[in-house]
């Protein structure tokens, strides 16, 4: 994947998508960064980004990194600290694209964390988050919210 182009590649049907989440916001006139924490519990998920440029701003510009869980605070069950994954996307906004990736969860079976880190300047985004886990239409990841930095 490019940094001029955004995620790409072709989503398979094999099994039922389950909605794990989504973000969505608009970032303004200075440059702003937010995270989006969320759980995926099957080895083969997919992220859909979708960006545009509202203001058609010649600065706009947006940047999106996935990140993973590099040790959990095991009492919690939740992420104590987190490592680059994937690049996703860099350039103006403006593009759409779907990534699929094969490593939903831990060596154990059990679901792994993952979290977006979104910043840009005079961009709107549409972050969806999928996987193949068991269960029907539409469920909430680990977080699932919206952080602001």
């Known amino acids: 994947m490019g940094y001029a182009e955004p995620p790409a590649s072709q989503p398979s049907d ?3 998508w ?3 989440g989504f973000t969505e916001d608009t970032l303004r006139d200075a440059w702003q960064q937010r995270v989006y924490q969320f759980k995926v519990g099957s080895p083969k998920w997919r992220i859909t980004v979708e960006t545009e440029n509202p203001s058609g701003s010649a600065n706009a510009h947006v940047r999106i990194a996935l990140e993973v869980e590099t040790i959990r605070d095991f009492r919690k069950g939740t992420p104590a600290n987190w490592g680059p994954f994937e690049h996703l996307y860099e350039g103006k906004p403006g593009g759409n694209g779907t990534k699929e ?3 939903g969860v831990q060596k154990d079976g059990s679901a792994k964390f993952f979290r977006l880190v979104i910043s840009g300047v005079n961009v709107h985004y549409h972050v969806t988050i999928e996987d193949q886990s068991p269960g029907s239409g539409k469920k909430k990841g680990g977080g699932g ?3 602001g930095k």
Do not use: C, R, S, T
């Open 145 to 147: 919210k919206k952080k």
């Open 101 to 103: 990736l094969q490593n």
């Open 14 to 16: 094999d099994a039922a």
């Open 18 to 20: 389950n909605e794990v």
